[in-house]
């Protein structure tokens, strides 16, 4: 029999230089990389609060030691992200992940506040809905769930633009399916979006050109 529901979080280790470079300018090269650090710690911190099966979908692959240093939860399972674009990655996750499990839910690791309140609701809403989406303010999802794993909903998208949920809201149409779509919430992205980190998070930096 399957499983209920895995969520899988899609993940890039935290590496100076080379994570969140877009807020390099306003926290600079070791600040950015601290917050990309802290919202990948934040959002396996509520998946795993919610009591169901967690996976890290990761690049690099699970077995790089650089994951070793992040002390991360021993609950929590592993794979590695496949090739291609973030579309293509999260195809193939799914299309694994509903192998084993009745079904699935796609987070990232951009948004600090989302809860594992948030997580459980749009796990409920599954039970009723073939979808369940909760956008972000900036265009994109901060999440993503469903039974079904359809190429269309991942092929031919300009990823990171404000296009990304009204595409996938298309295609999910096209596709007949019920949506639940829940209350937007805030990504962090761009220096002007540090204003909605947690309070405390930007202790200790100064933020320039923000």
Known sequence: ??????????????????AKTR????????GAAQIARKLLLHSIEQAVATGLTVELCVSPSPNDSCWQTLNLPGSVQWSGQAEGD????????SQQALAQFKQVILIGTDCPSLSTTQI??????????ESVIIPAFDGGYVLFGFKQACASLFSNIEWST??????????ITALNWSLALLEPLNDIDEPADL????VGWLDGYRVTNS
Do not use: E, N, W
């Open 1 to 18: 029999m399957p499983k209920d529901t895995l969520i899988i979080i899609f993940a890039k280790f935290p590496a100076q230089g080379m």
């Open 23 to 30: 807020l390099q300018p306003a926290l600079g090269v070791a």
């Open 86 to 93: 973030l579309g293509k990655r999260m195809l193939t996750a």
């Open 120 to 129: 459980r609701r749009a796990v409920r809403q599954l039970k009723t809905f």
């Open 162 to 171: 404000a296009s990304v949920a009204t595409v996938t809201q298309q295609r």
């Open 195 to 198: 204003k909605y980190l947690p």
